[in-house]
């Protein structure tokens, strides 16, 4: 009598397309390379973290009222160092060792989750209502008018208050910071 086969997990999907997985332990072994291709669950980068983390003035991270801000919040504070222009003559940042496109392309990144599609650090700024941050960000290369509009699931059906249009410009006048709009 013949026994059955005993059933096998089936492969991972990386194994099926035969790509490499990497090893976060050697693939990060820099600030750069955590700025370049560090992904939370939600599809984040590092600048959507730090982003999200700061606080505006004395309240909770884009709660209403609180008005620009976050002066003296570590993570804003971070934010406005590793996104300072590669200065005139040098061929990367100081600080992060990125070039001018590595660092645009940074300041441009966009969610690649669901939740967040396309959700880029531009958009939360102005959502912050965070001028010098939304400035900062363009002096890095940030992609105002390229970029594609947000799409995310958590962006579909918000009322009149909410997100409408899915670019930076269109969170900030929803919101009504006409200062970023400007």
Known sequence: EQQPEPLKAPAPASAALALPVPSPVTKFTSLRDVLLYGRGWYGESCIHLLLQLMVSGGGLAGAAGAGVGGNGCPYRSALLRILQPVPPGASTHPMTGLTKQQLADLASMA????????????????????????????ACGAQAAEAPPARGTLLRGVGARGYLGGSAVSFAASAGYLPIVQ
Do not use: F, I, M, Q
């Not at 969610?111 to 958009?123: A, F, I, K």
């Open 111 to 138: 969610y690649e989750g669901s939740l967040y599609y396309g959700v880029t650090p531009l958009h939360l700024a102005a959502a912050k209502n965070d001028l010098p941050l939304v400035r900062a960000l363009l």
